[in-house]
């Protein structure tokens, strides 16, 4: 199964008494990267929620935000700084006799000032909230990878599309290698004819001749390989892991092969044929980036 590398899923809704928001969605990279915002004092959950992630996910840059708010029943006490309720109280006074300043300070205003109140939450099962929150992950987690499995879906169908024209396209060089070597026998035939005016000439030096040309121009080592290299794509493509990086390497062999044929080529029907299946390795190239 081919998975894109691109991917998004949500969750909105109560678990446990838990009000959770939670979304995930990657985009392409080249390892596996994962990042994580979650609501103030659930820090903890980041490393957790990266190892859990991991074992479905193998390459992309995923980024996971989750919010959450606790259940109304959660014990909670608001303890008062009295030492520093009574230092502001001290400044304020100061100030107001040494400026002549009216003291006007609230109640309101000085629970306001930081750190005079404080809120004391009794402590979180720390495991109990990862398991809630997994629950959360799961839904949007089966949505993110539903989408990544469509997407594979589609490249899929798309790189061995433009791998059947490559195929086609090399089939074509390989009909036509042997024509130009016929031709530049036939050519090379005429011009030692129209220099000897009729004159015998050595045919064994016009066959020495044509196949020292023939070896220069032969592809069929490397549309061989070219064959190989696609048999090898297409079950790449049939493989139930992520086959994203193997692939890549694959593309830019027979990237090789081609760049190896052009330079050898002669003739500018094949030279032609060179250019297109260039170009169709470069927008598989384009696509495989986006498998992970």
């Known amino acids: 199964m081919i998975y894109s590398m691109t991917g998004f899923g949500r969750f909105e809704g109560q678990i446990n008494g838990r009000a959770i928001t939670l979304e995930i969605k990657s985009v392409n990279h080249r390892y596996f990267e994962f990042s994580c915002r979650t609501t103030r004092g659930y820090s903890f959950l980041e490393e957790k929620l990266k190892t859990y992630i991991a074992s479905s996910v193998s390459r992309?840059?995923?980024d996971m935000f989750v919010s959450i708010t606790e259940p109304e029943d959660t014990p909670t006490d608001v303890v008062v700084n009295h030492n520093l309720a009574q230092g502001y109280l001290n400044a304020f006074k100061e100030?107001?006799?040494k400026y002549g300043i009216e003291n006007t300070v609230t109640l309101n205003e000085l629970a306001r000032y930081p750190d005079v109140l404080t809120v004391h939450k009794a402590p979180e099962n720390?495991?109990?909230?990862?398991?809630?929150?997994?629950?959360a992950v799961d839904v949007a987690l089966e949505a993110f990878m539903k989408m990544r499995r469509d997407e594979g879906g589609r490249?899929?169908?798309d790189v061995l599309s433009r791998a059947d024209n490559i195929m086609s396209l090399v089939a074509k060089v390989e009909e036509r290698s042997p024509e130009t070597l016929a031709e530049y026998r036939a050519r090379l035939q005429e011009k030692i004819t129209e220099l000897l005016d009729g004159r015998e000439y050595d045919e064994t030096r016009v066959l020495t001749e044509v196949a020292i040309f023939a070896d220069k121009i032969a592809v069929d080592e490397e549309t061989v390989r070219l064959r190989s290299h696609f048999e090898q794509l297409k079950t790449y493509l049939e493989a139930d892991k992520p086959v994203g990086r193997s692939i890549d390497f694959l593309i830019q062999e027979m990237n090789r092969e081609a760049n190896t044929i052009g330079s050898k080529v002669k003739d500018a029907e094949i030279a032609r044929y060179v250019v297109e299946i260039k170009n169709e390795i470069e927008k598989i190239r384009e696509q495989i980036q986006n498998i992970e």
Do not use: H
Request: charged residues 45%.
């Open 60 to 62: 992309g840059k995923i």
């Open 95 to 97: 100030l107001s006799e």
């Open 126 to 135: 720390e495991e109990k909230v990862f398991e809630d929150v997994k629950q």
């Open 155 to 157: 490249l899929k169908a």
